[in-house]
């Protein structure tokens, strides 16, 4: 059975973008390590509450970034 991991790139607004991909780019390359099959990623265009934002409006993009890594 293929197992995958789903991000939703949603965070809370006291975490600076730059960290937040930066740890995405690491969680990435654990589940990589751990011998997951795939990983996705939801794609968020708009600021939802006060609890968290999606980070991530492009994932084509963010996933052309570690395909290359």
């Given at each position: 059975m293929d197992?995958?991991?789903?991000?939703?790139?949603?965070a809370s607004p006291g975490i600076a973008d730059k960290e937040f991909f930066a740890q995405t780019v690491t969680d990435v390359q654990l589940v990589e390590t751990l011998g997951f099959e795939s990983c996705s990623f939801g794609e968020h265009h708009f600021?939802?509450?006060?609890?968290?934002?999606?980070?991530?409006?492009?994932?084509?993009?963010?996933?052309?970034k570690l395909a290359a890594e």
């Open positions: 197992i995958g991991l789903f991000h939703q790139m949603w600021v939802r509450a006060k609890a968290f934002y999606g980070r991530l409006s492009v994932p084509e993009v963010f996933i052309a």
